[in-house]
């Protein structure tokens, strides 16, 4: 169940609204967010900024009222922003923070974990319609960005345009979301002090229907192909340090408990090793926010691994979600004796 | 780096025949860190102890390997002899090469192949052990028994003629048990309150004990030495202090329809009641699910009565908190519920009774004072057939698949009671076996049949038909004459199966005492530490461990009594020093490691920590050593490999996998 | 000037690769990188950016530096060979052509690297200028000129031609060893073709980005400036930026152990991490903004310090587009550059 | 005997026994002379939930073909509840190793009882058969490990 912790009164929030109808996602947590910096609720805002590129906003502080002015909220702010909030847990005063509906999960697992002090955060609940894929766009062909119109999807443009150095490009909006999206966990916010702008449910794919088609395979092709998406992994660790469930102070790959530290894949093991352990270390915690495959720089559907443990768990130990919940103990902390034995995967076939 | 010595014994030739001892011991010496290496004949011996002793004095050693037997047979062997020569009793590993090798290889190049992996990894291991020492815990000089039967009386008693406090915690109003249920034992024939009674008035007389009946334990927390424990004293709506135990109350009582419980619901008591004459304390309760005044408010009948002014109406449970240093476990015995055993007719006849409504029929201050009636009516019997292992030594679902032990002998003291006052009523007895170990009992069962002519008959009842006249029909087989048999009876006895009093589940989790498929408490060794629960501290005593008879029960309840006596003599226990540990660098205070930890070991604080120059406060996972029993649970749930196992640490544990796997 | 069509490729592929090692940019799962070339290789030149730069080809991500072997108590040593096998990389683009330079300085400069240098020596590059460059790309910042790249053999895809042009003696060599497969050609093509890269490259959003504020002289102002503590906050701590570039070179050597001995290797690491050059008293860079200042500061200021002026940056904009928090090297210079400029110009300091 | 024979495929096998049960089943199993192939090597932990995945990645990484893990019975965990969390995180693990590929019979978890010597025997025996029909682990060795 969703967690609100009621700051205004209902009356006052329908003003809100009502008064922030016509105005973009963005302009109304600017105003808000302003409002909240003057009246010192919070001490800093936890959002996106316009980065360099149209389709690369950058996650981002701002302390005064004047900075809010580079505030962007719009398709591209995929990051899910709720790791940042291990960090500002530590920080003086609240951090306001802006949660779409599926970061919202990370976010209530790490307060399940420690890892992030709701008291220190302010939470802006904000509305989602689907986040965008830079990759899926420039697979289209689409290159030399200039500008991209359409990023802020509205109810009647689900087109995006795009210029370049070598056209006007467009493509729909649906074809370039993230893969996440399209299995989107639905439009309710798992915790918030406040709700801005709509949310739409893009869920129109079978979430687990890639693991199924896995594990259709062949023992030798399922080895093949994951093989092939891990050859190409560079160890960046940017599937990890983005990763909200693996929140370590230092990983193990790090450390020296399990003569594990490496930093490349000098054999094909190394990277086996690292993706199943990275994996199963966040099984039973791992909300599925899907930023592990948004970062590779490589492309591997990092997510599949993770998926695969949560339809592990849904069949064997019954539906989870984690994070939807403020329940201590998840699938591997628990038990029941009548649980499945192992053997279980050699039968299966 | 360590200076390593390794042990290689020959076991006379049980190791020696198939292991190339020389070639191990060899070996060995190309091994990083060993310094020293020999084989000899018996290394447990004298001789083979001081040899390492010898070694590891002059050569210096820092750790040592002795290949030898499981270590489950020898660890504590070597680890005191190395300590006796001054090495931290934990730089010991042992390399198993006899379980785990030669005696189950017969190929002696495989064998010796074998050993010599299994040596790496032993000093694999020991490279990379630290001396670990025992940390210390008090003890709280005084005993728990739970369960007031025999079993908890005997216990308390010698515990408390040892000079220690003990309480007992008994969840009826009186303390007593089972065995206050019985009209005589065998194999003697004496009454079973008489020489019950006497125990009872002792425990409740003894300077050091404390009897909390109408109570349970609610609470169960700390580790041997050290127990805290939360009891419920149920409202008894009478004032102890003041009740003389007159005993008017229960006759004035106008609520007397409720199923008396030691009568086993073969007569009915009041209200307000002590369970029996003798009862201990000699204090009623009021049972206040029956008590008029409590359903419906009015009557108070009791409080006008009572001279004393004992009744409280107002009276609340009550939670008494004591540490404990030892804990006993004697929650005896039930009969099990006989609802699957329909075809014996239990339910539809008042004449088919169990053994043990049988012995309340037959005592004096029984349901029929003592005379032998059919409960149907009244009438005495003629015919009475007994059937044995009801529910014992079940081969489905529906009963035990044990022995319940006391049985056969209990049928032949009731035939032998009934022959005896009513030499005209037959007695049958079916049987599967006649089981009779112990002394005298042969003789008692010998004694029955040929003396007082009950009739045995190997074989079992099929099934009993209640006749439209009242009587029974029993239909058998007899196995030696190979005949069905078909017989009337006017009463039926079931020896029904004994099982383990159902709420020990709930405290043996309490207590994290193991218990088996049959709810029997599991004991840490079934021959050699019979009295004791795995988990230290814990002791068992009489029925809750396994079915015995009285003299049975008694013997252990004495040694369970030793036993905590043992523990509470000592100021100080040494812990297990291979418990797990944090990192605080590491640690993410996630709180992942407490949820599955089985001992509430893990807590967590708030710690000002330096990691290399970062100085913050940080939510750590600390481990309470004295109750972490080393599982190594917490280890693994771990993503960061903060918290690590002493002893089983996870270098150590790859270590060997890497020996291995060269 | 030579040229040869497209179709025929294959041909000069395995014409090359009957010889020597060929590495090629390479499809796999949707993602382009070198990697050596067989029958059945996926080609993919049209492909802007290799997601991780060429330099594997001098510089593995990890390589073996050489084995110990554990023989009862005694131990032997075999050094790892250097590369014998000539090699051809083709494909390589103006920017990574500039990144192999800047790692010459580093792995050629006194003590030599001998494994990079073996490989430098048996390796003939074929460049190819950039077609259609990208907003991501500001080589020109560096005076790298992505219409005529450097190399051994310089090449232009042009419509269905390939045009190509030796440059050096081993350029030569390459190609009088497949001349029969390629056909004299005109100049002007090519000459065309680099006029309309060059009009593309005036129009990318970067190609003005402003140096100002850094350089070897910059040292102090740049080290203590407080925009670091600013910049440095999303980022996450990964390696991406480092392993995707062409000019990063740090490396760390480590042991693995194979249960029979030792192999020593080395492999890339990442100044972003946290145990980047750790010792045994711990890391001489604590926080992750010292780290993060790290990397710019090297390429930005302290290798030009020490390398004649010259940024170890080529532009190739890998790390603008993988960057997985937007945070990049544009932004450093660019954050910089305004302050700097504000500062000369009597602007408020930031 | 001839060269083939010499060359027959031995497996290597780590087999991680709890203290309490398994590993006293094992010593059983030695004490009643029920052999199995010298291929297994047990590594003594205290509980089947010390096992951590990252031991049974290691020893694959390390050259072995196969890796069972035993405890106690479920129920009968000296520790009460160790082997219901081991279990759990097996067949996880199991799973994942299964869907990467690695053939699932090169992994294995079965409750043994000090009393069950023969059932250690039994099991340790048709382990090593059900490896030895697998083959050398390929899938997830590094190759770096390999004795050349």
Redesign the interface.
């Known amino acids: 169940m969703p967690e609100c912790v009621k700051t205004m009164s209902q009356a006052e929030r329908e003003i809100h609204l009502m008064t922030a109808q016509q105005q973009t996602t963005q302009t109304q947590v600017v105003n808000r967010a302003k409002e909240l910096l003057a009246d010192g609720t919070v001490a800093r805002v936890l959002g996106w900024k316009a980065g360099e590129l149209p389709y690369a906003p950058q996650p981002a502080y701002f302390e005064k009222e004047e900075d809010l002015e580079e505030f962007v909220y719009n398709g591209f702010c995929g990051a899910n922003l709720s790791k940042y909030m291990i960090e500002a847990s530590k920080l003086d005063g609240k951090t306001l923070v802006c949660l779409k509906p599926c970061d919202t999960y990370s976010f209530r697992q790490l307060m399940k974990e420690h890892r992030v002090d709701r008291e220190k955060a302010y939470i802006i609940g904000v509305g989602c319609k689907g986040k965008l894929d830079i990759e899926k766009i420039k697979a289209q062909g689409i290159k030399g960005i200039q500008s991209i119109q359409g990023a802020e999807r509205t109810d009647d443009a689900d087109t995006l345009t795009i210029q370049t150095l070598y056209g006007e490009r467009t493509c729909a909006y649906a074809d370039v979301m993230l893969e996440r999206c399209h299995v989107c966990k639905g439009k309710e916010h798992m915790i918030f002090d406040e709700l801005i702008g709509e949310s739409r449910d893009t869920k129109d794919r079978d979430r687990f229907a890639q693991v199924k088609e896995i594990e259709a395979m062949t023992p030798g092709e399922r080895f093949a192909f994951f093989q092939k998406e891990l050859s190409r992994c560079i160890r960046c660790n940017a599937c990890r340090n983005v990763c909200p469930a693996c929140s370590c102070r230092k990983c193990v790959f790090d450390s020296s408990q399990f003569d594990s530290a490496q930093k490349a894949n000098a054999d094909p093991f190394e990277e086996k090793m690292f993706h199943i352990i990275r994996a199963f270390h966040v099984a039973g915690r791992c909300t599925d926010c899907g930023e592990c495959s948004r970062v590779c720089p490589q492309g591997i559907p990092l997510h599949l691994f993770n998926r695969k443990f949560i339809k592990d768990i849904n069949e064997f130990y019954g539906e989870y979600q984690a994070g939807a919940d403020l329940e201590p103990r998840g699938p591997l902390t628990s038990y029941v004796f009548e649980d499945v034995e192992p053997g279980i995967v050699a039968e299966r076939g | 780096m360590q200076r390593v010595g390794v042990f290689v014994c020959h076991c006379g030739s049980n190791i020696a025949a198939t292991v190339d001892v020389k070639k191990v011991a060899e070996m060995a010496l190309m091994e990083p860190g060993v310094v020293h290496a020999e084989d000899y004949q018996y290394m447990c011996s004298e001789a083979g102890q001081a040899r390492i002793q010898e070694a590891i004095r002059e050569k210096q050693l820092t750790g040592i390997v002795v290949c030898s037997c499981s270590p489950r047979m020898h660890e504590t062997t070597f680890r005191t002899a190395a300590q006796r020569a001054g090495l931290n009793p934990y730089m010991v590993e042992i390399a198993n090469i006899r379980e785990h090798c030669s005696w189950i290889h017969k190929d002696m190049e495989e064998a010796t192949k074998k050993a010599v992996l299994l040596m790496r990894a032993a000093v694999a291991k020991v490279n990379l052990n630290t001396p670990l020492r025992p940390g210390e815990s008090r003890v709280t000089k005084r005993a728990l028994v739970i369960g007031g039967g025999i079993a908890g009386i005997q216990t308390a008693l010698d515990i408390a003629d040892a000079g220690y406090e003990v309480d007992i915690v008994e969840k009826t109003p009186s303390i007593g048990g089972r065995m206050s249920q019985l009209d005589k034992t065998f194999p003697t024939l004496d009454c079973s309150a008489c020489i019950l009674t006497p125990k009872m008035v002792e425990a409740n007389a003894h300077e050091r004990i404390t009897i909390y009946t109408y109570s349970e334990v609610e609470k169960v927390t700390g580790f041997v030495g050290d127990f805290t424990v939360d009891i419920r004293k149920k409202a008894r709506s009478v004032d102890m202090n003041k009740c003389t135990g007159c005993g008017v109350c229960q006759e004035k009582c106008p609520s007397k329809k409720t199923p008396s419980e030691f009568n086993r619901g073969l007569s009915t008591r009041s209200a307000i009641y002590t369970p029996f004459a003798q009862a201990i304390p000699n204090v009623p309760v009021i049972d206040r699910e029956h008590c008029i005044k409590f359903q419906t408010g009015k009557c108070g009948v009791c409080a006008k009565v009572c001279q004393a002014g004992a009744i409280d109406y107002e009276q609340k449970d009550e939670i008494i908190t004591q540490k404990y240093g030892a804990i006993v476990v004697a929650t005896g015995f039930d009969m099990i519920r006989l609802d699957d055993y329909d075809e014996y007719a239990y339910s539809q006849s008042k004449d088919v009774v169990t053994s043990l409504e049988l012995e309340r029929i037959m005592n004096a201050a029984g349901p029929t004072k003592g005379h032998l009636e059919r409960l149907s009516d009244g009438k005495a019997p003629k015919e009475i057939v007994f059937i044995q292992c009801v529910g014992s030594r079940c081969a489905d679902n529906r009963g035990k698949s044990y022995c319940s032990k006391i049985c056969c002998m209990y049928t032949a003291k009731h035939a032998m009671l009934i022959r005896d006052k009513y030499p005209d009523v037959n007695v049958t007895v079916f049987y599967i076996d006649v089981r009779t170990p112990g002394k005298n009992f042969d003789e008692f069962y010998r004694r029955a049949v040929e003396e007082y002519g009950v009739n045995y008959i190997k074989g079992q009842v099929g099934k009993v038909i209640p006749q439209p006249d009242g009587r029974l029909l029993v239909q058998g087989v007899d196995l030696i004459d190979n005949r069905q048999i078909l017989k009337e009876a006017d009463m039926v006895v079931l020896a029904a199966a004994i099982e383990p009093d159902p709420d020990v589940r709930k405290i043996a989790t309490m207590l994290t005492a193991s218990i088996d498929t049959n709810n029997f408490l599991t004991e840490a060794h079934a021959k050699l530490r019979p009295v004791e629960s795995p988990t230290a501290g814990i002791f068992l005593s009489g029925v809750c461990q396994g079915p015995k008879d009285i003299p049975e029960t008694v013997s252990q309840a004495g040694a369970a009594a030793v036993k905590a006596i043992g523990l509470l003599a000592k100021d100080k226990l040494l812990t297990n020093p291979c418990t797990a540990h944090s990192d605080e660098l590491l640690c993410n205070g996630c709180s992942q490691c407490a949820n599955v930890c089985p001992y509430g070991a893990i807590s967590y604080e708030d710690r000002q920590v330096n990691d290399h120059g970062i100085r913050e406060v940080r939510r750590i996972a600390v481990v309470n050593d004295a109750l972490c029993q080393g599982c190594g649970a917490c280890t693994v749930t771990c993503p960061s490999g903060a918290m690590d196992l002493q002893g089983f640490s996870n270098r150590q544990i790859l270590a060997e996998v890497d020996a291995l796997c060269r | 000037m030579y040229k040869i069509a497209k179709k025929d490729l294959p041909a000069l592929f395995r014409r090359i690769a009957a010889g020597k090692e060929l590495y090629l940019p390479l499809e796999n799962g949707g993602q382009v990188n070198f990697g050596v070339w067989d029958e059945g290789g996926s080609v993919s030149l049209d492909t802007l950016k290799t997601v991780k730069s060429p330099k594997d080809a001098f510089f593995p991500q990890s390589e073996t530096l050489y084995t110990c072997r554990r023989d009862g108590k005694n131990l032997s040593v075999d050094p790892e060979a250097l590369q014998e096998q000539e090699f051809v990389l083709f494909g390589v683009k103006a920017c990574d052509v500039r990144g192999f330079e800047i790692l010459d300085q580093v792995f050629l400069a006194d003590p030599v690297d001998t494994f990079y240098e073996a490989r430098r020596a048996h390796a003939t590059i074929v460049s190819l200028a950039c077609h259609e460059p990208e907003e991501t790309c500001f080589c020109n910042v560096f005076d790298i000129d992505c219409a005529a790249p450097a190399g051994d053999v310089a090449s232009w895809s042009i419509g269905e031609t390939l045009y190509w042009k030796p440059l050096t003696q081993k350029g030569e060599a390459l190609t009088e060893a497949v001349k029969d497969l390629l056909a004299q050609a005109q100049e002007e093509p090519v000459e065309s073709e680099k006029n309309s890269i060059r009009a593309i490259v005036e129009k990318l959003p970067y190609s003005h980005l402003s140096l100002e504020g850094w350089g070897g002289g910059a040292l102090e102002e740049a080290f203590d400036s407080p925009l670091w503590e600013e910049l440095y906050k999303p980022c996450l701590a990964c390696g991406t930026c480092t392993f995707v570039c062409p000019t990063c070179q740090c490396y760390d050597i480590k042991d693995y152990d194979t249960g029979h001995g030792v192999q020593r290797y080395r492999c890339w690491d990442s100044c972003m991490y946290s145990d980047f050059t750790m010792m045994a008293h711990g890391n001489n860079r604590t926080s992750q903004m010292q780290r993060f200042r790290q990397r710019f500061m090297h390429k930005l200021v302290y290798f030009p310090a020490n390398n004649d002026g010259i940024y170890s940056c080529v532009g190739c904009g890998r790390c603008v587009e993988k960057c997985p928090s937007a945070l990049h090297i544009v932004k450093v210079i660019k954050t910089f550059a305004e302050a700097s400029k504000s500062k000369h110009t009597g602007g408020e300091q930031p | 005997m001839s060269i083939e024979a010499k060359e027959e495929f031995r497996p290597?096998i780590?087999a991680f026994c709890c203290?309490?049960c398994s590993?006293?089943g094992?010593?059983l199993?030695?004490?009643s002379?029920?052999?199995?192939p010298?291929d297994v090597?047990?590594?003594?932990?205290?509980?089947s939930?010390?096992?951590?995945?990252?031991?049974i990645?290691?020893?694959?990484?390390?050259?072995?073909d196969g890796v069972i893990i035993c405890g106690c019975h479920?129920?009968?965990?000296?520790?009460?509840?160790?082997n219901?969390?081991a279990?759990?995180?097996?067949?996880?693990?199991?799973?994942?190793?299964?869907?990467?590929?690695?053939?699932?019979?090169r992994?294995?978890?079965e409750w043994v009882s000090a009393a069950e010597g023969v059932k250690f025997?039994a099991t340790m025996n048709e382990f090593v058969e059900k490896i030895r029909s697998l083959g050398k682990n390929v899938?997830?060795?590094?190759?770096?490990?390999q004795?050349v």
Not at chain 4, 41 to 47: D, L, M, Q, S, T
Not at chain 4, 57 to 64: N, S
């Open positions: 290597k780590v203290n309490w590993y006293a094992a010593d199993a030695g004490s002379r029920l052999s199995y010298a090597k047990i590594i003594r932990v205290p509980c939930c010390r096992v951590n995945p990252m031991f990645l290691r020893a694959f990484e390390k050259g072995a479920p129920g009968d965990c000296h520790y009460t509840t160790g219901f969390y279990r759990r995180r097996m067949t996880l693990l199991f799973s994942m190793l299964d869907f990467i590929g690695v053939e699932s019979g992994t294995r978890v025997s899938r997830l060795e590094d190759l770096r490990c004795n």
